[in-house]
């Protein structure tokens, strides 16, 4: 069975901030897939990075950087220079060898002007 | 490419009544699956497919059935709606282990 830990709740930042959302993961899977999705007011879900567990190498991709590390089982995301358009809930979800994702509670991110 | 297609957007059902939820891809994904999302939560799993004709239980599988005559589309049918199944209801295809999701149907029973 799968189980995903976002601890912090709710997260508020003023622009330009960086900020870092956790995340920490059970699974039994030996292969598996870890994904973060961005929930904006609007209400649909968002696609930010798919990671493979056997790939552990860090990604930076514009004002978003992932850290995955297999031995604390979290995977974190980072955003630099947070701006007001940021604002979402974020989710982590692993998931298994199947397409099956099992999601966190999410983070609510709130960036102020 | 038109992605995930949910129809309705929204519905309002009284206690007891049926309906069914529709969801369509045009990426010829053989996964599709649907989720429910509540308030101040994370999506959780109702039902998924693996491919045409193939269908299972997710985490919260009762007072749902679905069925998967053809690749292209996922309906989700509540036979007798509850207040409990208010919520916000996801569809999502997914290939090589990535999901993409529908815009969600929102749903409230009275």
């Not at chain 1, 979402?88 to 966190?104: H, S």
């Not at chain 2, 010829?28 to 308030?39: A, L």
């Not at chain 2, 997914?94 to 149907?105: K, R």
Request: one cysteine or more; aromatic letters at 14%; hydrophobic letters at 30%.
């Amino acid at each position: 069975a799968q189980k995903v830990t976002q601890a912090q709740t709710e997260i508020s930042v003023v622009e330009k901030e960086d900020v870092t959302l956790d995340c920490v993961y059970e699974t039994r899977d030996t292969t598996y897939y870890l994904f973060w999705y961005k929930q904006p007011p609007s209400g649909e879900l968002v696609f930010l990075i798919r990671r493979n567990s056997f790939d552990e190498q860090n990604e930076i991709s514009g004002r978003y950087s992932w850290n995955f590390q297999k031995s604390t089982s979290s995977f974190n995301f980072t955003i630099t220079a947070s701006q007001v358009v940021d604002s979402a809930v974020y989710f982590c979800a692993p998931g298994g060898n199947t397409d099956k994702l099992i999601f966190g509670t999410g983070t609510r991110l709130q960036v102020f002007p | 490419n038109a992605g995930v297609t949910q129809t309705p957007k929204f519905q309002v059902l009284k206690t007891g009544q049926s309906m069914t939820l529709q969801c369509a891809q045009d990426m010829n994904h053989e996964y599709m699956s649907w989720y429910r999302q509540d308030p101040g939560m994370g999506l959780r799993l109702i039902h998924y497919s693996v491919g045409a004709g193939i269908t299972d239980q997710g985490e919260v599988p009762n007072g749902y059935n679905v069925s998967r005559s053809t690749t292209e589309d996922f309906p989700l049918r509540l036979l007798s709606a509850a207040p409990s199944q208010t919520s916000v209801y996801f569809c999502a295809s997914s290939y090589g282990g990535s999901q993409y999701f529908g815009p969600g149907t929102r749903l409230l029973v009275l």
